[in-house]
């Protein structure tokens, strides 16, 4: 089990939730954030600080966003398990789901 981010996330990045996070796996890619799903260790911590709620317990994933999980965790088919967020910095790429996405308001 891991936690997802979904697509209130795309286009906004805001990284309130990277602060949080004790194990520093939420990795930034370039239109949305990234949960490692082996990395995180569920303790919640990001959750509640997401100011658009962008963030899921995998299970609590909303049925519309259930790709999600699958976006967060085939974004690292080829980095495999990098072992911290901050060394990586920004990582020119999104999972194709996201890529595809038009631009998102972003509620400004
Ligand atoms: S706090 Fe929410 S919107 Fe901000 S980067 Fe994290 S998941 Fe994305
Ligand atoms: S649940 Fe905890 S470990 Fe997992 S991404 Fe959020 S803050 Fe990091």
């Not at 658009?52 to 994933?61: K, L, M, N, R, S």
């Not at 999104?94 to 595809?100: F, N, Q």
Request: charged share 25%; proline share 9%.
């Amino acid at each position: 089990m891991t936690y997802v981010i979904a697509q209130p996330c795309v286009d906004l990045k805001d990284k309130a939730c990277i602060e949080e996070c004790p194990v520093d796996c939420i990795y930034e890619g370039e239109r949305a954030l990234y949960i490692h799903p082996d990395e995180c260790v569920d303790c919640g911590a990001c959750e509640p600080v997401c100011p658009v709620e962008a963030i899921f317990y995998e299970d609590d994933t909303p049925e519309q966003w259930k790709d999600y999980y699958k976006a967060n965790v085939e974004f690292f088919d080829d980095l495999g398990s990098p072992g911290g967020a901050s060394k990586m910095g920004l990582i020119a790429k999104d999972h194709p789901l996201i890529a595809a996405l038009p631009p998102q308001a972003t509620g400004e």
